[in-house]
Every structure is written in C-alpha cells, then in structure tokens.
C-alpha cells in the first residue's frame, strides 16, 4: 500500500509545527516509562490509573528522523536516513482501582518514510496497531479481557518489539487474553487463557505460528511473611507452526511474589515444561523454563526494571526445530537536574536451536545483545497541550555459528512528541 502524497504532506507538516513548539512555555516533567517501546519514536503513552468514573481520552503524535546503518539486518548493511511520523489516541472509562465496570481503547499509527527505495526493502509505508479491554472490579473477583492487532510491515525499531528470528518481517499479530482474580482469605485463585497468532506475508518466507494456552495458580499469603506470596500453578496449551509438527505441553510451577514496599517488587516462576510433539518423527522433550524479575525505585528521580527468562517455542525460521531463549533484561529512567531524563536499556538473549523431528538440524546457536539509550525533555505549549523532545541511540548485534544470520546496526535519531 503507498501513502497518499497529501498524507505525507499532512504529517510532514505537523513534524515543522512541533518544531517550531520547541522554546515554548515552562518545561513540565514529562512521564518516565518503563516501556521503551514507547520512548524511542513516541508512540503511546501510559494511561493514568483514574480516580473517578469517568471518559478520558488523550491524544499523541511524534515526529522523528532517524540514521539506521543496516535497515535490512543482514550481514550486508544497507543504510538509509528515514522520518518516522507517529499519530493515536487512547480514552479509558472508570476505573481499574475502582469497583465497577471500566474498558478502554488506543490506536497507534506509524508512517515511515525511506530516503532510498534499496534501503525500504520493499516494506509499505504505514503501520498501526489498535487494542481494547474491558474489565470487571467486584471487590473479591477481578476479570480483564484484553484484545490486540498489529499490522506489522517490518518497519518497526522498538526496543521491546524486536525478535531476533523474524527480525522486521512483514506479518499480521493477533493477541487476545483474559484474566481472572478470585480473592481469598489468606492469598489468591488466579486463571488466565490467551490466544497469539503470527500470519506472515508471503514474501517473508517465514513460518505462521499460532498458539493458545491456559493457565491457573493458587497463591498463599503466610501469617509469617505478609508481604510474601507463595503459589503452586499449571500452564498448558498447543504451539501450532505451519511447517512444523502441532506441539502439546504442560508445565508445573512454583511462584514467588514479594512486595517489600510501593518501591521494591519481586516476582518469579519456575517451571519444568513436558512438550509432546506429534507424528511419528515427533522428538518430545523436557525442559526447565523460568521467568521472574524485579522492580526498583530507590527515590522519585530513579528507576530500575530487571527481567530475566527462559522459555521454549517452535521456530519460525527453520523446520522441525525449537528454539531454548535464555535471556536477561534491564532497563533505568534517571530525572536529571534542568528536567531532563535518562533512559537506558540493556538485554541479552541466547537463542539454541533443537530438533523438535527427525527432519531438523538443530546447529543454529545465536548470541544476541540490544542497547539503548535516549536523553528526554518535557515541552508545555499551553494548558493540556503538552510534549517531549529526545535524542537517542540504540545498538543491536547478533553473534552466531551461521554467518549468514549475523549482523550490526546502530540507530541514532533525535525526535519530537506532543500530547493533548
């Protein structure tokens, strides 16, 4: 799909009046995420947690001009300079703290514009993305219902989004999960089911992948440890992946909350995952899986998010192969003085590659390292009408025992964001 010339000329516009909003008015704290994703080119913002049982809504747009070293991710480098306009809105209604009834709704749109036709690789030039929930607050039972669709043209930079198998290829994204809460007198009864789905385009030679599961712990809250959470918990679902076997698995668990103070939380699982594959070439396996991680805010000015993981899928690259990733996260907001903030971001992730069937290979074993870092500054242009500008820099690398998969890139961009 091409962009309409009087669509670029609309938000290439609106990129020349955030500039000139540049110098104007007091400075107000813009802020701080602990979604990068929504740092580096704008994008969406956090929703306020509502007091009241009201409709609020918000509007965002960004402008960003960005120097990408190697827009195709592949060992051979092709460059480009691209100006990436991004526009949506949220509005939620009640309240999540509240009892009652409370639902929402945020669109994302993205336009990239390419300097050289190479270096867009045939990529279309608009992305958008809309997600609703809607929950249920009943005081003891809490139920959320989340809905998301991304049409994913292989554009996209974000530090969160990034997946170092299908790196930027062109794919509808489906997700849908529910939630539900039941308090009890000394801890929780928690139950969860989701639906994920990847439909690639034709040209991204790459495998579908689909997958639904459920989920149901119980967690307890000893006399002895009141801000501690012990739960027993079983996930189990089905990994469906055009050109590979459909996948089973169940996975027991313990988990372990800890909430020292509204500053310091810790979380974590741990699991051993029976996978069945069917067919008769079919290699079932068992494997360790983990998650967990920790959130840290020593003062008002500073923040850390760590997270770590270990977790097995089917690939979408190769046949009859898994992939085991293990991989760390961390993630810091700093306020400096003069209003500015820090943010930096650092994850490693190893990816190792098994037979899942006879007809696998399973030699592919990948180190891949991802940095960021983006220096902020809040914009008030007058009442409710307010923004950010930043400048940023993300490295990514990938290291492994076939060439033909590694490469670098460097992204650096500076851009500027409005919110009403």
């Known amino acids: 799909m091409t962009t309409p010339f009087s669509l670029r000329a609309l938000v290439f516009a609106t990129f020349a009046i955030?500039?000139?909003?540049?110098?104007?008015?007091?400075?107000?704290?813009?802020?701080?995420?602990?979604?990068?994703?929504?740092?580096?080119?704008?994008?969406?913002?956090?929703?306020?947690?509502?007091?009241?049982?009201?409709?609020?809504?918000?509007?965002?747009?960004?402008?960003?001009?960005?120097?990408?070293?190697?827009?195709?991710?592949?060992?051979?480098?092709?460059?480009?300079?691209?100006?990436?306009?991004?526009?949506?809105?949220?509005?939620?209604?009640?309240?999540?703290?509240?009892?009652?009834?409370?639902?929402?709704?945020?669109?994302?749109?993205?336009?990239?514009?390419?300097?050289?036709?190479?270096?867009?690789?045939?990529?279309?030039?608009?992305?958008?993305?809309?997600?609703?929930?809607?929950?249920?607050?009943?005081?003891?039972?809490?139920?959320?219902?989340?809905?998301?669709?991304?049409?994913?043209?292989?554009?996209?930079?974000?530090?969160?989004?990034?997946?170092?198998?299908?790196?930027?290829?062109?794919?509808?994204?489906?997700?849908?999960?529910?939630?539900?809460?039941?308090?009890?007198?000394?801890?929780?009864l928690e139950f969860g089911a989701g639906y994920t789905a990847r439909d690639f385009d034709n040209n991204a030679a790459l495998n579908d992948g689909e997958s639904i599961f459920g989920?149901?712990?119980?967690?307890?809250?000893?006399?002895?440890?009141?801000?501690?959470?012990?739960?027993?918990?079983?996930?189990?679902?089905?990994?469906?992946?055009?050109?590979?076997?459909v996948q089973d698995y169940v996975t027991p668990s313990f988990r372990w909350r800890y909430a020292l103070s509204g500053k310091t939380t810790l979380y974590s699982t741990l699991g051993y995952e029976m996978r069945s594959v069917d067919g008769p070439t079919g290699i079932d396996s068992d494997n360790f899986v983990y998650s967990g991680g920790a959130s840290w805010a020593p003062s008002s000015k500073t923040s850390f998010d760590f997270g770590y993981y270990r977790n097995i899928a089917p690939s979408f690259v190769s046949i009859g192969e898994d992939v085991e990733r293990t991989g760390v996260t961390l993630k810091m907001n700093n306020r400096l003085p003069g209003r500015f903030i820090l943010g930096t971001q650092v994850g490693f992730e190893n990816a190792d590659y098994f037979r899942s069937q006879i007809v696998g290979v399973g030699a592919r074993d990948d180190d891949f390292t991802r940095f960021g870092v983006d220096l902020s500054h809040p914009l008030v242009i007058a009442d409710r009408f307010s923004g950010q500008w930043a400048i940023f820099y993300n490295f990514n690398t990938n290291e492994s025992n076939n060439a033909a998969v590694e490469f670098d890139q460097s992204i650096t961009g500076v851009r500027v964001g409005l919110n009403y």
């Not at 049982?53 to 051979?76: C, E, H, M």
């Not at 000893?222 to 918990?233: E, R």
């Open 18 to 188: 955030s500039l000139i909003g540049l110098n104007a008015g007091d400075p107000v704290q813009y802020p701080a995420s602990g979604d990068y994703s929504k740092s580096v080119l704008g994008g969406k913002e956090g929703i306020d947690t509502l007091k009241v049982n009201r409709l609020k809504v918000d509007l965002f747009g960004s402008a960003s001009y960005i120097y990408d070293s190697n827009t195709t991710q592949t060992p051979v480098a092709q460059d480009a300079s691209i100006f990436v306009f991004a526009f949506g809105a949220n509005a939620i209604m009640g309240s999540p703290t509240r009892r009652g009834v409370y639902y929402g709704l945020d669109y994302l749109g993205q336009v990239f514009g390419y300097n050289d036709v190479t270096a867009a690789f045939g990529r279309d030039s608009l992305e958008h993305s809309v997600g609703a929930f809607v929950g249920v607050n009943g005081g003891l039972t809490k139920i959320r219902l989340d809905a998301d669709y991304r049409r994913n043209n292989g554009n996209s930079l974000e530090f969160d989004n990034f997946n170092n198998e299908t790196r930027r290829a062109t794919s509808d994204d489906y997700d849908f999960f529910l939630d539900v809460v039941r308090d009890l007198p000394h801890g929780s």
């Open 215 to 245: 989920d149901i712990a119980w967690f307890y809250e000893p006399g002895f440890a009141p801000k501690t959470q012990l739960g027993l918990g079983v996930r189990f679902g089905t990994d469906d992946y055009f050109a590979n076997a």
